[in-house]
């Protein structure tokens, strides 16, 4: 039994098919999985002592004699080969997190910590603060109008900006002091270890008088402010998420205060906020319990003094706060989102309207609607609007969409592209609140509407001030050359509509002919067919 036992293990030592690892394994009776063992043993202790091997036995490897000592140096040489690549790959693994960590936590612009970093460390900041029993300032920062740098500016010239100013305002601040990008043009500072108010007040100080410097590019200067809020921890609260709440109600404070400026939490804008949320659950709620209706204003063609369109304005019917106007919930509506879903339920209901006066034998009425901003960004929204158009039957050359210049003007290239994609399906279009933007009249002839709407505010002093009164010659001059037609809004006085009359003003609308009226009440004024201007009105003899 030996001597075949020296006769297997001879045969498999003149094996070509296994390696001089696997010859010494065999030879010395060691099995694989003890032998790698003892190889990370080795690779610990590598760097703390020397390793000898001396031995005098040989092994037949392919013919030839191969002692131990050769094969175990061949192995600890292929292992310090492995332990270098495993150490590059450790290091490699650490760049490679270092760099996901300052993707992750780090603003790739201003280099500031970001808001997730923000957000993530807020647990043991606060751990901090209390072990030391220390008070904190939160200082919400947001750029006053940052929006239109962009707009006008281009997104480079605002990103160059907002580099500059993270860099202002980390030079306001200790080194103990933290700051981060919050948001797009938004900035959170964390100012711990503060005595009282005034440490806080004295660094928002020094931020507002840095960015008195303007800033510099391609030789022109421009100037950015900020309005800013201060909640103190644990003063006005001993919940930092509540802080850093109360530290944007008191920024949105200072900008209702003129902006460029800061503010300090008071109890009393938590009141407000708590109203404010009431209000937009309400709001939630209204389109499910139909709360809204319909109001509707006469448009008076001026050579007829006859009704020849009705502007759809909404009304809320709350259930506790009685009829509120646009202005009470509008603003936010438009803050929420929800104004999407009002604004289509606007569209589909003044079109079902006329469908039901259609069937009643008024015939012909135009029909206008309001489009807010955030409905004009929709990218859907030419498609909703041919939906309802589809559903309700309504003949689209009846209904007129209308938009505010400022929003018109947002961005130019989108304005065009969605305006003309309403009017080829043959919508009206017009544009509203003209001149109380930064349009120029350059633009009228760029985008695809068909009536300008004079603001009210020109008209208020339309007969009394040489200036609106060029303003509004001029806006109907022009608006009748490039054959668009011209509404007055706001008309209140038989002075303004003479002076608009003059100046042939094709439509007018305002108090001194009819308000906004429930759908009862302006159905009734429909059946009439009332003539709202007598032509023996006389027009007054006064030369404008």
Same mark, same amino acid.
């Given at each position: 039994?030996?001597?075949?036992?020296?006769?297997?293990?001879?045969?498999?030592?003149?094996?070509?098919?296994?390696?001089? +690892?696997?010859?010494?394994?065999?030879? +010395?009776?060691?099995?694989?999985?003890?032998?790698?063992?003892?190889?990370?043993?080795?690779?610990?202790?590598?760097?703390?002592?020397?390793? %000898?091997?001396?031995?005098?036995?040989?092994?037949?490897?392919?013919? +030839?004699?191969?002692?131990?000592?050769?094969?175990?140096?061949?192995?600890?040489?292929?292992? &310090?080969?492995?332990?270098?690549?495993?150490? =590059?790959?450790?290091? @490699?693994?650490?760049?490679?997190?270092?760099?996901?960590?300052?993707? =992750?936590?780090?603003? /790739?612009?201003?280099?500031?910590?970001?808001?997730?970093?923000?957000?993530?460390?807020?647990?043991?900041?606060?751990?901090?603060?209390?072990?030391?029993?220390?008070?904190?300032?939160?200082?919400?920062?947001?750029?006053?109008?940052?929006?239109?740098?962009?707009?006008?500016?281009?997104?480079?010239?605002?990103?160059?900006?907002?580099?500059?100013?993270?860099?202002?305002?980390?030079?306001?601040?200790?080194?103990?002091?933290?700051?981060?990008?919050?948001?797009?043009?938004?900035?959170?500072?964390?100012?711990?270890?503060?005595?009282?108010?005034?440490?806080? &007040?004295?660094?928002?100080?020094?931020?507002?008088?840095?960015?008195?410097?303007?800033?510099?590019?391609?030789? %022109?200067?421009?100037?950015?402010?900020?309005?800013?809020?201060?909640?103190?921890?644990?003063?006005?609260?001993?919940?930092?998420?509540?802080?850093?709440?109360?530290?944007?109600? =008191?920024?949105?404070? =200072?900008?209702?205060?003129?902006?460029?400026?800061?503010?300090?939490?008071?109890?009393?804008?938590?009141? %407000?906020?708590?109203?404010?949320?009431?209000?937009?659950?309400?709001?939630?709620?209204?389109?499910?319990?139909?709360?809204?209706?319909?109001?509707?204003?006469?448009?008076?063609? &001026?050579?007829?003094?006859?009704?020849?369109?009705?502007?759809?304005?909404?009304?809320?019917?709350?259930?506790?706060?009685?009829?509120?106007?646009?202005?009470?919930?509008?603003?936010?509506?438009?803050?929420?989102?929800?104004?999407?879903?009002?604004?289509?339920?606007?569209?589909?209901?003044?079109?079902?309207? @006329?469908?039901?006066?259609?069937?009643?034998?008024?015939?012909?009425?135009?029909?206008?609607?309001?489009?807010?901003?955030?409905?004009?960004?929709?990218?859907?929204?030419?498609?909703?609007?041919?939906?309802?158009?589809?559903?309700?039957?309504?003949?689209?050359?009846?209904?007129?969409?209308?938009?505010?210049?400022?929003?018109?003007?947002?961005?130019?290239?989108?304005?065009?592209?969605?305006?003309?994609?309403?009017?080829?399906?043959?919508?009206?279009?017009?544009?509203?609140?003209?001149?109380?933007?930064?349009?120029?009249?350059?633009?009228?002839?760029?985008?695809?509407? +068909?009536?300008?709407?004079?603001?009210?505010?020109?008209?208020?002093?339309?007969?009394?001030? &040489?200036?609106?009164?060029?303003?509004?010659?001029?806006?109907?001059?022009?608006?009748?050359?490039?054959?668009?037609?011209?509404?007055?809004?706001?008309?209140?006085?038989?002075?303004?509509?003479?002076?608009?009359?003059?100046?042939?003003?094709?439509?007018?609308?305002?108090?001194?002919? /009819?308000?906004?009226?429930?759908?009862?009440?302006?159905?009734?004024?429909?059946?009439?067919?009332?003539?709202?201007?007598?032509?023996?009105?006389?027009?007054?003899?006064?030369?404008?």
């Amino acid at each position: 039994m030996k001597n075949s036992s020296k006769s297997n293990n001879k045969g498999i030592k003149n094996s070509k098919e296994f390696s001089k +690892n696997n010859l010494f394994l065999i030879d +010395n009776t060691y099995y694989k999985i003890t032998m790698i063992g003892i190889l990370l043993l080795l690779l610990s202790m590598f760097f703390t002592i020397t390793i %000898k091997f001396n031995w005098s036995d040989n092994f037949l490897s392919q013919g +030839n004699k191969v002692s131990n000592s050769l094969v175990i140096f061949v192995l600890l040489a292929l292992e &310090i080969i492995i332990f270098a690549v495993i150490i =590059a790959f450790l290091i @490699s693994q650490q760049k490679s997190q270092q760099k996901i960590f300052q993707l =992750a936590y780090f603003d /790739s612009l201003t280099d500031l910590p970001n808001r997730k970093y923000f957000e993530d460390v807020l647990p043991d900041f606060v751990d901090e603060v209390k072990k030391y029993n220390y008070k904190v300032a939160l200082i919400y920062i947001d750029l006053d109008n940052f929006k239109v740098v962009n707009d006008t500016l281009g997104h480079a010239l605002g990103d160059k900006f907002l580099k500059q100013i993270g860099h202002l305002i980390k030079k306001c601040l200790r080194h103990s002091d933290f700051v981060c990008r919050f948001e797009g043009d938004e900035f959170v500072i964390l100012l711990p270890g503060i005595n009282n108010k005034e440490d806080a &007040i004295n660094v928002v100080e020094r931020i507002i008088d840095a960015l008195q410097i303007p800033f510099t590019s391609y030789e %022109k200067k421009f100037y950015i402010t900020a309005s800013i809020g201060i909640a103190i921890y644990p003063d006005d609260s001993d919940d930092i998420h509540t802080i850093v709440k109360y530290a944007t109600m =008191a920024m949105n404070s =200072a900008k209702e205060n003129g902006k460029n400026s800061y503010c300090l939490f008071e109890s009393h804008m938590n009141t %407000k906020l708590l109203e404010k949320y009431e209000l937009e659950e309400d709001l939630r709620q209204a389109l499910i319990n139909q709360e809204f209706v319909l109001y509707y204003q006469p448009q008076i063609d &001026i050579s007829t003094g006859k009704i020849v369109g009705l502007e759809a304005l909404i009304r809320w019917m709350h259930p506790i706060r009685g009829c509120l106007a646009p202005m009470e919930f509008i603003p936010l509506a438009e803050e929420t989102g929800l104004i999407v879903p009002i604004g289509e339920w606007v569209i589909r209901t003044a079109c079902s309207q @006329s469908i039901k006066w259609k069937k009643k034998g008024i015939k012909d009425l135009r029909i206008s609607v309001n489009l807010s901003a955030r409905q004009f960004q929709q990218p859907d929204l030419v498609e909703v609007i041919t939906e309802i158009l589809n559903e309700t039957g309504m003949d689209p050359q009846l209904l007129d969409l209308e938009i505010t210049e400022s929003v018109a003007m947002r961005d130019i290239e989108l304005t065009k592209k969605v305006l003309g994609e309403l009017r080829g399906k043959k919508i009206n279009i017009s544009l509203d609140d003209f001149g109380t933007g930064y349009s120029s009249l350059n633009y009228l002839k760029q985008l695809p509407i +068909n009536t300008v709407k004079i603001d009210r505010t020109f008209v208020d002093n339309i007969t009394d001030d &040489i200036n609106q009164q060029t303003i509004a010659k001029a806006v109907i001059d022009l608006s009748h050359n490039m054959e668009l037609h011209v509404t007055a809004e706001g008309v209140e006085t038989w002075e303004q509509f003479s002076f608009l009359k003059f100046q042939n003003c094709d439509k007018v609308q305002g108090y001194l002919f /009819s308000m906004p009226l429930p759908l009862e009440d302006v159905e009734r004024i429909l059946y009439q067919d009332k003539k709202f201007i007598d032509k023996s009105e006389p027009v007054l003899s006064k030369s404008y």
